[in-house]
């Protein structure tokens, strides 16, 4: 069966722009092509792109997932030591929601009744280390980096809430511009493009343009970002790099 980038998209919840990225670095090619040069994927193209979401979830690098699906002639044994990571991962992610339930506990009992045990559920199953090593590997010699980590080690629970509260602000109105039809160059669009520049810049590092131009192509250059952008709504991601590129 062959399924156009938008029938695989929309059966897999993937992104189009996230299928052509994979197939512009080669790791998920359609095997055929329509008449018209449009892409289509058969049911091994289907499998393969599986296989990368899965490795993905288990924290493959996206440049090292080709090579591990390659090496592997035998696909079944390439699955099955996939389902064996991803229990491993349901175990954590069980104690993750055990540790979860336990912060409501104690946000409903107050902190006072707390046990020691208690403290230590609250952190069954995390492992910061995880995410922090991809970012040290990035940004970590980087004076931005460095300040921003200074700043939000001090931050609780009040500054994270004004922090999300803000950049929902700034989202919404850049969002309903878009859906208004509104320029890049419009004023009201390079207003609120001026006040996400100045969100990152009070809460995490100093950002000047040029250091927001960059954000925005990374905005869309890496589609983990892109993908989480157009939670906001579809194509919010390129709307936002194009503004601030015209700011």
């Known amino acids: ?42 049911d091994c193209d289907a499998l393969r792109l599986q296989q990368v979401l899965v490795l993905r979830e288990l924290g493959v690098p996206l440049d090292e997932i080709g090579a591990v699906i390659d090496r592997e002639t035998d696909r079944a044994a390439l699955l099955r030591s996939h389902r064996v990571a991803l229990i491993e991962k349901r175990g954590r992610i069980d104690a993750m929601v055990a540790a979860v339930d336990a912060a409501l506990r104690v946000l409903e009992e107050g902190t006072r009744n707390m046990k020691p045990e208690d403290f230590k559920q609250l952190f069954d199953g995390f492992n910061p280390e995880d995410h922090d090593e991809e970012v040290r590997q990035r940004w970590g010699n980087t004076q931005a ?74 905005y869309i250059a890496d589609p983990r970002f892109t993908e989480n952008l157009d939670k906001v709504a579809p194509g919010f991601a390129r709307f936002l790099r194009d503004a601030i590129a015209a700011s």
């Open 145 to 218: 980096y460095k300040e921003s980590t200074r700043r939000t080690s001090q931050y609780g629970k009040a500054e994270w809430e004004a922090i999300k509260r803000e950049s929902d602000e700034i989202n919404t109105r850049l969002r309903d511009l878009m859906r208004q039809g509104a320029a890049a160059t419009d004023p009201a669009v390079q207003a609120a493009v001026e006040d996400h520049r100045l969100h990152i810049g009070r809460w995490y590092y100093p950002c000047s343009k040029e250091m927001h131009h960059g954000l925005g192509e990374m």
């Open 1 to 42: 069966m062959a399924f156009t980038v938008g029938d695989l998209s929309r059966l897999t919840g993937v992104t189009v722009r996230a299928l052509h990225h994979y197939d512009q670095i080669g790791l998920v090619k359609p095997s055929q092509r329509s008449t018209a040069g449009y892409r289509l994927y058969d």
